[in-house]
T-cell receptor
Framework: ETGVTQTPRHLVMGMTNKKSLKCEQHLGHNAMYWYKQSAKKPLELMFVYNFKEQTENNSVPSRFSPECPNSSHLFLHLHTLQPEDSALYLC??????????????FGSGTQLSVL | QKEVEQNSGPLSVPEGAIASLNCTYSDRGSQSFFWYRQYSGKSPELIMSIYSNGDKEDGRFTAQLNKASQYVSLLIRDSQPSDSATYLCAVGDTGRRALTFGSGTRLQVQP
């Protein structure tokens, strides 16, 4: 276990549904991240929160809405998704969002399928 | 567009051999380099980091960095079937701050 827990592990949703992904870290870290991992593609950074403040939004469509109520919890709210949004969504944390030397600890991910 | 390139593989090596995984990057300003291991259906796990030219050894793993040639490699000595996984190269620079990941190389160690 990495200390980063994601739920659910698998999610199937229709394009009109609304669902949320949850991430919790028990490492005392201050930065949390959402990444998207599609088959045969590099990990794509979506959002970064540092001390609960959003510091990065990597041109993510508004149908993805992040929420970070505190440094230990991170949510990704999903609505009106498209089939091409089907992917593995990974949450990660690090000590702090200071720059490129930060070592990331990943959760197990949520495998999302959009029908 | 800053890119990190890896051969997708699979790279197949016999048990006990040395596995050599390579990664090239396009941004000469890159300063930090990481190797993550990802087992099928699992999350990426950091196994090595390197910041300066040369070799860095940790157990059976050696990371090699050559900034002039813009490549970083990972050597796994005495490969074991349990090393079979996808290895992700990640590169960071101060300008962008976020890591740029490669697509990964799938390694298969044959018993």
């Amino acid at each position: 276990e990495t200390g980063v827990t994601q739920t659910p592990r698998h999610l199937v949703m229709g394009m009109t549904n609304k669902k949320s992904l949850k991430c919790e870290q028990h490492l005392g870290h201050n930065a949390m991240y959402w990444y998207k991992q599609s088959a045969k593609k590099p990990l794509e950074l979506m959002f970064v929160y540092n001390f609960k403040e959003q510091t990065e939004n990597n041109s993510v469509p508004s149908r993805f809405s992040p929420e970070c109520p505190n440094s230990s919890h991170l949510f990704l709210h999903l609505h009106t998704l498209q089939p091409e949004d089907s992917a593995l969504y990974l949450c990660a944390s690090s000590q702090e969002w200071k720059g490129p030397n930060e070592k990331l600890f990943f959760g197990s991910g949520t495998q999302l399928s959009v029908l | 567009q800053k890119e990190v390139e890896q051969n997708s593989g699979p790279l197949s090596v016999p048990e006990g051999a040395i596995a050599s995984l390579n990664c090239t990057y396009s941004d000469r300003g890159s300063q930090s380099f990481f190797w993550y291991r990802q087992y099928s259906g699992k999350s990426p796990e950091l196994i090595m980091s390197i910041y300066s030219n040369g070799d860095k050894e940790d157990g059976r793993f050696t990371a090699q960095l050559n900034k002039a040639s813009q490549y970083v490699s990972l050597l796994i000595r005495d490969s074991q079937p349990s090393d079979s996984a996808t290895y992700l190269c990640a590169v960071g620079d101060t300008g962008r701050r976020a890591l740029t990941f490669g697509s990964g190389t799938r390694l298969q160690v044959q018993p």
